[in-house]
């Protein structure tokens, strides 16, 4: 069992930065590979990177690839998803999952989910 919760969500001006984090409780976390995900208004939910168990590889969407970097701290049970260069259509809901796969594109194939934490940016 793992339960996730984002935080560090909040509205930025174009160009900005900002930290998401994502913290888990459950003996399941280290065993456990992190999808990022976001969900723009009217758009469908899609997965924008992610982070291998060990931390030792990452996926990256080419939409925020070479802006955005994940990394996870195992011994603080935390994964960490940094957000440079930060643009209006990076405005979206925000969200970590959590699945012993490496690493399904599809919601419905994670195990665990948190509630998400709202990125607004502003030009």
């Known amino acids: 069992q793992v339960q996730l919760v984002e935080s560090g969500g909040g509205l930025v001006q174009a160009g900005g930065s900002l930290r998401v984090s994502c913290a888990a409780s459950?003996?399941?976390?280290?065993?456990?590979?992190i999808g990022w995900f976001r969900q723009a208004p009217g758009k469908e939910r899609e997965l924008i990177g992610g982070i291998f168990r060990s931390g030792g590889m990452t996926y990256y969407a080419d939409s925020v690839k070479g802006r955005f970097t994940i990394s996870r701290d195992n011994a603080k049970n935390t994964v960490y998803l940094q957000m440079n260069s930060l643009k209006p259509d990076d405005t979206a809901i925000y969200y970590c999952?959590?699945?012993?796969?490496?690493?399904?594109?599809?919601?419905?194939?994670?195990?665990?989910w948190g509630q998400g934490t709202q990125v607004t940016v502003s030009s």
């Open positions: 999952a959590a699945t012993a796969r490496w690493l399904p594109a599809a919601w419905d194939d994670y195990n665990y």
């Open positions: 459950g003996r399941s976390f280290n065993n456990s590979n």
